[in-house]
């Protein structure tokens, strides 16, 4: 959603590295590239002048002057100052401190409204609650049936007396507002915690749908009335969250559709030209596809600079804790990297969701957007195809899979041999750093790591020094004489006279290498 304005963002500060000092000819380009972006990603004109207003006044001020480093000062800047037009801090939900909590959704048709009543009832589901689903969209149709549909799939009841209707050339019949009066009724009998209406929509603003919205929220006083919104219909989605907030009192914003390739202005403005906080994000047809919205974790996104800690989130949601034991204790008996567990690996990993999407969470990846959009998500499943198609024996001793096993894998996969090659390749080396982590080493070319000695140190051994003065050398010869000598076997000098070492915790039969 945000490539094109993190792209533009990103290259506006690459400009200002290595510059000691910001002249303001300086900070005025920068600026003037940044309302260019931000205009060019549909953000509303007057929430661009009050944002690029704040960015100058703040970057001509002492906080830039005064630094050491003026341009990741600026991000430092720019970053702030997005979280604040996101709305500032994480909303969460408003609960009733008499169930249940009433959930009203309200927006355009299209928006994804029934979509997104099923993932916030999984959502709920999840943290321990007990939502109940009231279908009050009778006027599109099919609408009723998708949100049975929906909350089948998510474990939910769906409250739906009236079934609506199932095509477009049919009236409308029944009354929305004694439905969600009633679904409330039946969420107080069946000890459900949580109500969430769904509401009709339509394909523009109306007389008629305001007064239903109104009428709904009337008869059923909801705690939260969220407005959906799709991301991607540009500078329009201000005026229409303005008009919902207008007729009917919206309490936070919901984004959808924030897979898209649209340029996300909507995101940027609905916040700040409301004043109405946008709670949840929705970014995929799958019902997992929904996370709280972090205004500080979308502004790192925006400027490229990762989103850590909602990876360890989906992380901590999806990972097998049984199954990351297992390999922890793996790890630490220093056994063998098998294929089977890459396979085991890679399913974990899945379950995270789009491999685009947690790479481009990853801080620093090194990874290009233009690389990121290429990466190929069948790749895995070519992979996973190869795996499966060997014995279990070669799966544990790849080193057997000779010429007519890689020609068999390879039929059996549907894919090239040279694929066949170039996975085990990959997986060798893989192989080669987990073994070198759990004998304690580190990774060639990381930081810390050991990487093997340097050219020119043979075995080690520090060359004696050489002095053009024979004086000076002979006064640190007799030094190094003079010098007392450790034990052997004593790394950092003597040790103690009733050294015992079956105090240690060694190894079993290790005693034998100690000469005692």
């Known amino acids: 959603m945000f490539n094109s ?4 963002l990103t290259s506006t500060f690459k400009n200002l590295r290595g510059k000691g000092r910001l002249s303001e000819a300086d900070i ?20 661009v002048r009050a944002f690029v207003a704040q960015v100058k006044e703040r970057a001509l001020g002492e906080e830039v002057s005064a630094s050491l480093n003026p341009g990741q000062q600026i991000v430092k800047i ?15 939900l408003n609960l009733a401190k008499n169930p249940p ?40 149709p099919n609408a009723v049936k998708q949100l049975q549909v929906n909350g089948e799939r998510a474990g939910v009841p769906v409250y739906a007396p009236h079934p609506g209707v199932s095509s477009e050339f049919e009236s409308a019949t029944g009354d929305p507002v004694a439905v969600a009066r009633d679904g409330v009724a039946e969420a107080r009998t069946k000890l459900h915690d949580v109500v969430i209406v769904d509401t009709a929509g339509r394909l523009g ?31 329009d989605a201000v005026n229409t969250a303005q008009a919902f907030n207008d007729g009917v009192g919206v309490t936070g914003v919901v984004l959808t559709k924030l897979d898209g390739d649209a340029r996300g202005g909507a995101a940027l403005s609905v916040a700040s030209v409301t004043g109405k906080p946008v709670m949840y994000a929705s970014t995929g047809e799958n019902l997992d596809d929904f996370e709280i919205f972090h205004p500080d974790r979308m502004a790192s996104r925006i400027l490229d600079m ?31 990297f098998t294929l089977d567990d890459f396979l085991a690996q890679m399913a974990q990993i899945r379950k995270m969701g789009s491999m685009k999407k947690i790479l481009g969470m990853m801080p620093g990846s090194q990874i290009s957007r233009q690389q990121l959009e290429q990466f190929d998500e069948s790749q895995m499943d070519r992979i996973e195809a190869i795996v499966r198609s060997m014995t279990p024996h070669e799966r544990v001793a790849p080193k057997i899979i000779n010429g007519s096993r890689r020609a068999r894998i390879a039929k059996g996969s549907g894919v090239h041999v040279s694929e066949v090659n170039s996975m085990l390749e990959r997986f060798g080396e893989a192989q080669k750093m987990m073994k070198k982590l759990a004998s304690g080493g580190a990774i060639p070319g990381m930081p810390g790591g050991r990487g093997g000695a340097k050219k020119g140190a043979k075995g080690g051994k520090k060359k004696p020094a ?16 003079n010098k007392p000598k450790a034990p052997a076997g004593a790394a ?10 079956s105090e240690l915790n060694l190894p079993k039969g290790f005693e034998k290498f100690l000469g005692k």
Do not use: Y
Request: charged share 30%; hydrophobic share 45%; proline share 4%.
């Open 5 to 8: 304005l993190s792209d533009r």
């Open 28 to 47: 005025d380009g920068t600026v003037r590239e940044i309302r260019r972006a931000l205009l060019d990603a549909d953000v509303a004109v007057p929430v």
């Open 78 to 92: 720019v970053n702030e100052e997005l979280v604040g037009i996101l709305g500032g801090e994480t909303r969460r």
């Open 101 to 140: 909590t009433v959930i009203m959704l309200a927006g355009l048709q299209g928006a994804g409204k029934t979509t997104l009543a099923g993932k916030l009832a999984k959502h709920l589901k999840a943290q321990g609650h007990t939502p109940l689903l009231v279908a009050c969209d009778l006027q599109r």
């Open 205 to 235: 603003i109306d007389a008629e749908m305001m007064a239903q919205a109104a009428d709904i929220r009337a008869a059923v006083n909801p705690d939260e009335v969220l407005f959906v919104i799709d991301a991607m219909i540009g500078q």
């Open 306 to 336: 990762g989103d850590i800690l909602t990876l360890i989130e989906q992380a901590e949601q999806n990972w097998d804790k049984g199954e990351a034991e297992r390999m922890a204790k793996k790890f630490a008996d220093r056994e063998d």
């Open 466 to 481: 050489k002095f053009g003065n024979p004086a000076k050398a002979a006064q640190l010869a007799a030094a190094e004489a």
């Open 492 to 501: 950092f000098g003597a040790g103690p006279k009733d050294f015992d070492p």
